[in-house]
């Protein structure tokens, strides 16, 4: 199946840093990727569309300012968290849809971010 | 608004017990619908998903059937194994491709 990659795996830094998360697809184009954020013992809480060359479409209560996505190709997706704080410690995960898998998606292995 | 309820867990089971887990969606339409889990240390996979109602999703023993009466997507196996044991997610699609996902079941089986 396609394989979705995320860098970092993990990251730690301190409050009021900024902290990016890249997500490829590694052997097909994505025109789309999603980004969630999953809570301990909660659900993956969908954060935005990220559209190939143009804006991300954010969910309802995600502040865009905060989590600002960038996705320049058809093969990467980035997440920046502008001045992180410790609310922000999460585990961020990507997924994209195989234009050629319909209804399927696959997920990036997430990246847990702690905000000392 | 639109969402996603699934069983609460942890879920333990022994070796070869039936496995249920609930999952009821609110939707305008008819959504596709879809189980995905996640297994320890790796990222979530689709496991099995329903296109339209009264379709039956099934992969690895695991089963689901799309009730639009009941507006469900309960999720089976006859006979579970310790390797199942991972996180399960129910989810229904929406518009332009995205997914929301219900709270996620810890299910552990036991030899």
């Known amino acids: 199946g396609a394989v979705v990659s995320q860098h970092p795996s993990r990251v730690i830094c301190k409050s009021g840093t900024s902290v990016k998360i890249e997500c490829r697809s590694l052997?097909?184009?994505?025109?789309?990727m999603f980004w969630y954020r999953q809570f301990p013992k909660q659900s993956l809480m969908l954060m935005a569309t990220s559209n190939e060359g143009s804006k991300a479409t954010y969910e309802q209560g995600v502040e865009k300012d905060k989590f600002l996505i960038n996705h320049a190709s058809l093969t990467l997706s980035t997440l920046t968290v502008t001045s992180a704080h410790p609310e922000d410690s999460s585990f961020y995960i990507c997924?994209?849809?195989?234009?050629?898998?319909?209804?399927?998606?696959?997920f990036g292995p997430g990246t847990r971010l702690t905000v000392l | 608004g639109d969402s996603v309820t699934q069983m609460e867990g942890p879920v333990t089971l022994s070796e070869e017990a039936f496995l249920t887990i609930n999952c009821t969606y609110t939707?305008?339409?008819?959504?596709?619908l879809f189980w995905y889990v996640q297994y320890p240390g790796e990222g979530l996979q689709l496991l099995l998903k329903a296109t339209k109602a009264d379709d039956k999703g099934s992969n690895k023993g695991f089963e689901a059937t799309y009730r639009k009466e009941t507006t469900s997507f309960h999720l089976e196996k006859g006979s579970v194994q310790v390797s199942d044991s991972a996180v399960y997610f129910c989810?229904?699609?929406?518009?332009?491709?995205?997914?929301?996902f219900g709270r996620g079941t810890q299910l552990t089986v036991w030899p």
């Open positions: 052997d097909f184009q994505a025109t789309t």
């Open positions: 939707a305008t339409g008819y959504p596709s």
């Open positions: 997924s994209s849809e195989d234009t050629g898998s319909a209804d399927t998606q696959y």
């Open positions: 989810g229904r699609g929406s518009t332009l491709g995205r997914l929301y």
